[in-house]
T-cell receptor, first 111, second 114 residues
Framework: EDKVVQSPLSLVVHEGDTVTLNCSYE??????LLWYKQEKKAPTFLFML????IEKKSGRLSSILDKKELFSILNITATQTGDSAIYLC???????????FGQGTRLTINP | NAGVTQTPKFQVLKTGQSMTLQCAQD?????MYWYRQDPGMGLRLIYY???????DKGEVPNGYNVSRLNKREFSLRLESAAPSQTSVYFC?????????????FGPGTRLTVL
């Protein structure tokens, strides 16, 4: 059975700190790993990773995938209060046409 | 540009009542999905439709039925609601079946079953 585990489940930091969120997975015939940000309502897409070792960046957010060790990290530098959200990791298997989500990490940035 | 829309936004049911959650997308996407989200559980897939005319069970299908009415619309039905179905329900869609692609989510329906 496919499995995605995120850590930590909850994290509270001060504005300006750098945070690293973790996502490990067990999936047969891996195809892609996705990161989403969920504020009050619907998850919004951040990154899709399919190749190992290639960093994806968007402003202060970056993510990298290690297909050998079966994990991904999401980094946020110079955090702002607007980064407060639940961050979700999901994996997709070849031919499955569906995502398996982790439990999410609830990130709180205090001013 | 509406994207994925869901109705209703909120609903309160009594145990045993039935209801249908509606979802529509205007992005000409092939695949559509229904998830539920409970505290500490992330998103769990209930049912999905890889393309018009097909539906498949996800992780937690018991107590639900779905209909892919056409390419735009995918509804989720609770025939006899139970308190364990209290949750936030999200519909999502993605453009392409068979290749890596992101899913776009609707705003969610918060359902309470008393």
């Amino acid at each position: 059975e496919d499995k995605v585990v995120q850590s930590p489940l909850s994290l509270v930091v001060h504005e300006g700190d750098t945070v690293t969120l973790n996502c490990s997975y067990e999936v047969t015939n891996f195809r892609s790993l996705l990161w989403y940000k969920q504020e009050k309502k619907a998850p919004t897409f951040l990154f899709m990773l399919t190749s190992s070792g290639i960093e994806k960046k968007s402003g202060r957010l970056s993510s990298i995938l290690d297909k050998k060790e079966l994990f991904s990290i999401l980094n946020i530098t110079a955090t702002q209060t607007g980064d407060s959200a639940i961050y979700l990791c999901a994996v997709e298997r070849q031919g499955a046409q569906k995502l398996v989500f982790g439990q999410g990490t609830r990130l709180t940035i205090n001013p | 540009n509406a994207g994925v829309t869901q109705t209703p936004k909120f609903q309160v049911l009594k145990t045993g009542q039935s209801m249908t959650l509606q979802c529509a997308q205007d992005m000409n996407h092939n695949s559509m999905y229904w998830y539920r989200q409970d505290p500490g559980m992330g998103l769990r897939l209930i049912y999905y439709s890889a393309s018009e005319g097909t539906t498949d069970k996800g992780e937690v299908p018991n107590g639900y039925n779905v209909s892919r009415l056409n390419k735009r619309e995918f509804s989720l039905r609770l025939e006899s609601a139970a308190p364990s179905q209290t949750s936030v329900y999200f519909c999502a869609s993605s453009a392409l079946a068979g290749v890596p692609d992101t899913q776009y989510f609707g705003p969610g329906t918060r359902l309470t079953v008393l």
